[in-house]
């Protein structure tokens, strides 16, 4: 249930992001979602792609610094209340969230954790019947 | 090994009566031979028959980086051109390049100091020794290139650059010594790493490193990174080159060939001589040399000198790393500091690269301090307050070692020039626009 996210650190310059989705693209490479935590002088853009381990690899034939973090992937109903549900169940585990990042498409929407502690969000949630989402599926949307 | 024991190994006061025999004979040379030497020491009420012992050397006038641009590019010359063999400049960047001219004489005494210099790193006959200094005007090249030669080494005349070759042929003719600038051999290190050829393929045991200011943290770092030992081969251009001094085994200090190149600590705003131990200007008076002698050449590098024998079984003075060249100090916001003080903490700090560019500037009145660094491929991380955390880090020990607290700008991998030459680490952008 654990998903593969890359991370690369970018410099706060025109086009790095433009080379970064060209070196993706010209590999075959798929974006299935991505976020980016940016501040004065850096970004980091954290990305879930079709091929991780081929991604990491065509970035770092260009240079880039790139690492991979093992991150959880929820689903809930697209409804009011839904994530509340899941966040509670979390912090009473006592796991701290280091950044999320979510999309909704019709009934459903899918939210990415990084929390501190990995094994314990993927056993307190499946206890808790909260539906996860393996990598493979994720592929699939 | 000791390349030359009669005089590595001399007593301290056979030395002294050697070189004072040597100055008498340099100064004769010079004022006879050379106007701008005679003048100045009409001037001071001076002539050679007041020069008879290496303690007179305090009366003689000393002689700056101005006075050989000043007379470029023969006017420091104490022989005809016809006696010259070989000339020489350095990569001066502003103005006039600095000349140096030698005389067959000169290139054996250059052979000789620097044999002692491979030989005191280990290097023999046996070993394939690649030379990636640059050949040319600058006399890094060449003068390791004889050095090589001299001790009957085979040498690998490279030159810089062409970086997939080098390790190709490094590999190809089996190289046991590397002579090149610091921040080319850790270009090379990296490159090395790339090729994905492995380490024993390489038959690599021995850095001969110079032609730029380098800390004991590089060291450790070129060391790890290349898997063999490191030395400092020292050398200026308007002295001879490198030769000057080198390190040995015991790697404490960089033994000086004192007997053909005096070295004296001086204050550097009084111009008074420094006692043994104290740290200030180096000066060289060359004793033995025909072409250009120079005499207390004022170096503006900042050191210090020490007298007691060394484990090795070498007597000759050792110097101490230098701390920097007085001409490369920047002051900012009012605090004197030196680019090698920057490198020494980064390459202390467990996350970075030991690579990193200054950039000075002044904005609004207020002098501005970036040093951009690089972090190691696997410290990246996808928080950024990990990132964070490391440029604080940085920015502290920064502050406690040179008082001023820099803004850290990370950058991304392999983006800091790596130098093939000398390494310019340092953009000074307040002399355009004050």
Known sequence: ????????????????????????????????AFTVAENSDFGILRLIVSEPEKAKEVLKEHRYAVNSTDVVCVQCPNQPGALSKIMKIITEAGIFIEYMYAFSMGDRALVILRPDNVEATVNVLSENRVELLAASELFRL | MIWNETVECMS?????????????????????????????????????????????????????KQDLRDYYPFGLLSTPMSEIVRLHASSG???????????????????????????????????VVQVSYGYGLFTGGLGAHGAVETIGGTVIPMSSGNTEKQIMLMRDFGAVGLACTPSYALYLADAMKDSNISREEFKLKVGVFGAEPWTEEMRRELESKLGIKAYDIYGLTEVIGPGVGHECECQNGTHLCEDHFFPEIIDPKTGESLPPGESGELVFSTITKEGMPLLRFRTRDLTCLHYEKCECGRTSVRMSRILGRSDDMLIIRGVNVFPSQVESVICEIEELEPHYFIVVDRINNLDTFEIQVEVKDNFYSDEVSKMIAIKKRIAHRLQSVIGLTPDIKLVEPRSIERSQGKAKRVNDKRKFNS
């Open chain 1, 1 to 32: 249930m654990l998903i593969k996210q890359l991370s690369i650190f970018l410099e706060n310059k025109k086009g790095r992001f433009t080379e970064v989705a060209k070196i993706l693209g010209d590999a075959g490479i798929n974006m299935i």
């Open chain 2, 93 to 127: 960047t502003t103005g006039k390049p600095i000349v140096v001219g030698y005389t067959r004489n000169d290139l054996n005494l250059w052979n000789e100091v620097g044999a002692r210099c491979f030989s005191a790193f280990g290097l023999g006959k046996q070993d």
């Open chain 2, 12 to 64: 301290r006061d056979d030395m002294r009566k050697l070189q004072g025999i040597r100055l008498k004979q340099t100064v004769e040379r010079v004022y006879h031979n050379c106007e701008p030497y005679r003048k100045r020491m009409q001037e001071k009420g001076i002539t050679p028959a007041d020069i008879n012992d290496i303690s007179d050397i305090v009366k003689l006038p000393f002689t700056s």
